[in-house]
């Protein structure tokens, strides 16, 4: 199995712009989240699905942060309008019932 | 709520000698998940261990293995034969059973490996 899969790697954008994160979970696995890491706050989830219908969005900061699980093998985390202080890691993980979260390699995005 | 404290922002340890992080949570469950992750600069999340609180048994994974003292809500995490390779950021984390829901996090350990 390729693991869990988010693109881009690397975002760079201007303030104002719309960004679009992306994750494909493994195969089978149920349990789809989104977690944002910084220094001053390190892990926090942001939302989590099951059987792609959000249980948990209170992590979401405010209301320019969307997500949706549109299938079992995609999700997206879109951020719109991007502010500098967006500025992060954003991990996607997966999970089933029988095991742990796997993470993917997460994306850096950096908000000038 | 559940929390998840790990009080040692770094920690230091001499190339193939012993080091134990530690970790405290805070939960009203009886059954549950508790885990470590290591983060290396790649920032790769990595499952170290896991321990099911319902297994009096601490978990064991070749060099690492845990101390899990439930009544006291503590889950310790001790690195046998340190090598330069485990340097890295580690995180302890917590989950409500049954291996569903979220994954809630300590702040982290950044781990200095010294040849």
């Known amino acids: 199995d390729a693991g869990v899969i988010q693109s881009p790697r690397h975002e760079v954008t201007e303030m104002g712009q719309e960004v679009t994160l992306r994750c494909k979970p493994i195969s089978g696995h149920n349990s789809l989240f989104w977690y944002r890491q910084t220094m001053m706050r390190g892990l926090e989830l942001l939302i989590y699905f099951n059987n792609n219908v959000p249980i948990d969005d209170s992590g979401m900061p405010e209301d320019r942060f969307s997500a949706k699980m549109p299938n079992a093998s995609f999700s997206t985390l879109k951020i719109q309008p991007s502010e500098p202080r967006d500025s992060a890691v954003y991990f996607c993980a997966s999970s089933s019932r029988t095991s742990p979260l796997h993470f993917g390699n997460g994306t850096r995005l950096t908000v000038t | 709520a559940q929390t998840v404290t790990q009080s040692q922002p770094e920690m230091s340890v001499q190339e193939a000698e012993t080091v134990t992080l530690s970790c405290t949570y805070d939960t009203s469950e009886s059954d549950y998940y508790l885990f470590w992750y290591k983060q290396p600069p790649s920032r790769q999340m990595i499952l170290v261990i896991r321990q099911e609180a319902y297994k009096q048994q601490n978990a064991t994974e070749n060099r690492f293995s845990v101390n899990f003292q439930k009544a006291a809500k503590s889950f310790s995490l001790k690195i046998s034969d340190s090598q330069l390779g485990d340097a890295a950021m580690y995180f302890c984390?917590?989950?409500?059973?049954?291996?569903?829901?979220?994954?809630?996090f300590g702040q982290g350990t950044t781990l200095q490996v010294k040849p």
């Open positions: 984390a917590y989950r409500r059973s049954p291996n569903t829901g979220k994954l809630i």
